[in-house]
């Protein structure tokens, strides 16, 4: 039986519906020389997202698993707008790497003006990472957590800043909320939709957490859906899921560059300097699915997350 199922509106997914067709709020102001750190920005999303902060003057940090495709990308940013762009190496499906990258983050001098959690995937079949862990949940939301937690004194010492979350109306498919007790599907039947929602409603629970813990801060939380955007996301699954994505999905799919105003409206509009906690469609605010709303399920995800990170309670 699922627990959510008498609060299921159906408002809510006609909203959904509705607001899947608007174009995003465009910010024309200026960021030079904000720092921007964005994960996963080798490719799709993040990359355009990379181009649009570093046409209005930002500062790049990328987290990036690719070394060569983060030379690339850096090389061009700053031949084509003068960026300052650097990197860091994590794949995101091994703990020790985050967590690196985590410590280098915090050990910054300077604010972080926007954080982009990006990178993602999705995996049709069943993948077990080095740390015995699901790929997906560790990938999609693990690693976030990793780096947010990490974050934590940082942020709070800085007087602004906003930590963006690249979600997705994906983690609707979680219609009966997250297996707490089994979070890398070892008792219940994987697939690629489940193991994604599951991972999307993920981050979504940590944000309430995350939000409360940057309350009387001018740190901000959010996060967003970057509309159905042909990008690379997919393409290590096999040839009958991308046969079924190029005829299903990638057909009605919108520009990269509609993903990439959004963001920039969401992490450099002074419209949204105090908005917290939450989700927006593009840049048009949503009214979460009951499972995204579970303060419990939030405070037991956040304590096994801390395990699984290796942390422990201050
Ligand atoms: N496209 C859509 O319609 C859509 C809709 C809703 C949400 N999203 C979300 O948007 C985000 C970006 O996806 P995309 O569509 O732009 O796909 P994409 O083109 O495949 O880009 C994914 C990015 O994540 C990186 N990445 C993947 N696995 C990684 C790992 N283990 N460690 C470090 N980086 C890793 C990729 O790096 P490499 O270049 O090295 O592979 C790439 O830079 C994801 O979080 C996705 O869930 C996308």
């Given at each position: 039986?699922?627990?959510?199922l008498?609060q299921?509106q159906?408002s809510n997914i006609?909203a959904?519906?509705?607001?899947l067709?608007?174009d995003?709020?465009?910010c024309?102001?200026d960021?030079?020389?904000?720092l921007v750190v964005i994960t996963?920005?080798t ?6 997202a ?10 790049l940090?990328?987290i990036?698993?690719?070394e060569?495709?983060?030379e690339?990308?850096c090389?061009?940013l700053r ?14 499906s091994?703990?020790?790497?985050v967590?690196?990258?985590a410590?280098r983050?915090?050990?910054?001098d300077?604010?972080i003006d926007?954080?982009?959690h990006?990178a993602?995937?999705y ?7 080095e740390?015995?862990?699901?790929a ?7 690693s976030?957590?990793?780096?947010n937690?990490?974050?934590l004194?940082k942020?709070?010492?800085?007087t ?6 690249v979600n997705?109306?994906a983690y ?6 997250l ?5 890398s599907?070892?008792r ?11 991972a999307?409603?993920?981050?979504l629970?940590s944000?309430i ?5 940057y309350q009387g801060?001018?740190i ?7 509309g159905n ?12 899921y991308k046969?079924?994505?190029?005829i ?10 509609v993903?990439a ?6 992490g450099a509009?002074p419209?949204?300097e105090?908005i917290?906690?939450k989700?927006?469609n593009l840049?048009?605010v949503?009214e ?13 995800l956040w304590?096994?997350?801390m ?8």
């Open positions: 039986m699922n627990p959510y008498k299921y159906w006609f959904m519906i509705h607001n067709g608007l995003p709020k465009i024309t102001a960021f030079y020389h904000r996963g920005a490719s799709g999303i993040g990359y355009a990379a181009r649009k902060y570093a046409s209005h003057g930002a500062d940090l990328l990036n698993r690719n060569q495709k983060s690339e990308v090389d061009a031949k084509e707008f003068q960026t300052n762009c650097t990197y860091l190496l994590a794949d995101f091994r703990l020790s790497d967590h690196a990258a410590k983050l915090a050990a910054l300077g604010k926007v954080l982009i990006n993602g995937l995996l049709t079949k069943k993948t077990r990472t740390d015995n862990l699901e997906v949940f560790q990938t999609n939301y693990l976030t957590f990793i780096l937690y990490s974050l004194e942020l709070k010492a800085q602004s800043g906003r930590i963006l979350f997705s109306e609707r498919f979680a219609v009966a909320g297996h707490l007790d089994d979070l599907w070892n219940h039947p994987y697939s690629g939709l489940k193991s994604y929602g599951a999307k409603l993920a981050q629970l944000m957490k995350l939000t409360e813990l801060t001018g901000t939380v959010n996060a967003m859906h970057p955007i042909k990008t690379n996301s997919g393409q290590n699954n096999g040839w009958l046969k079924l994505k190029s299903l999905v990638d057909r009605s799919a919108r520009p990269m560059d993903a105003e959004a963001l920039y409206y969401l509009s419209e949204l105090h917290s906690g989700f927006f840049t048009t949503e979460p699915a009951p499972p995204a709303l579970d303060r419990s399920a939030a405070e037991t304590k096994i997350s395990d699984l990170g290796g942390f422990y309670e201050k």
